[in-house]
């Protein structure tokens, strides 16, 4: 995450990146607020997209509410961060 904000931090300005930011925080919300709302894409996954920016992230529930495990880009291969922990 840290580096797709300094991405368009560096590259669109500083107001895109906030704008970026405010969008990740909100979707993350959402997902914690009602996580059985977002798309399974594995077992125990599901993929939240960011609306505005051509991104999505994958999530699990856990104890806590949600345990991100990646952020990618809506292009990305399909398995990359699938297998983080």
Same mark, same amino acid.
């Given at each position: 995450?840290?580096?797709?904000? $300094?991405?368009?931090?560096e !590259?669109? +300005?500083?107001?895109?990146? !906030?704008?970026?930011?405010?969008?990740?925080?909100?979707?993350? +919300?959402e997902?914690?607020? @009602?996580? +059985?709302?977002?798309?399974?894409v594995?077992? *125990?996954?599901?993929?939240? @997209?960011?609306?505005?920016?051509?991104?999505?992230?994958?999530?699990?529930?856990?104890? $806590? +509410?949600?345990?991100?495990?990646?952020?990618?880009?809506?292009?990305?291969?399909?398995?990359? *961060?699938?297998n983080?922990?």
């Open positions: 995450m840290i580096r797709t904000f $300094e991405y368009y931090h !590259e669109a +300005g500083r107001e895109l990146a !906030e704008c970026f930011f405010e969008e990740w925080q909100r979707r993350i +919300g997902a914690v607020l @009602n996580p +059985g709302r977002f798309h399974p594995t077992a *125990g996954l599901r993929r939240v @997209n960011l609306r505005r920016f051509p991104y999505h992230f994958l999530f699990r529930r856990s104890l $806590e +509410g949600i345990t991100i495990l990646v952020l990618r880009h809506n292009r990305s291969h399909p398995n990359r *961060g699938l983080r922990q």
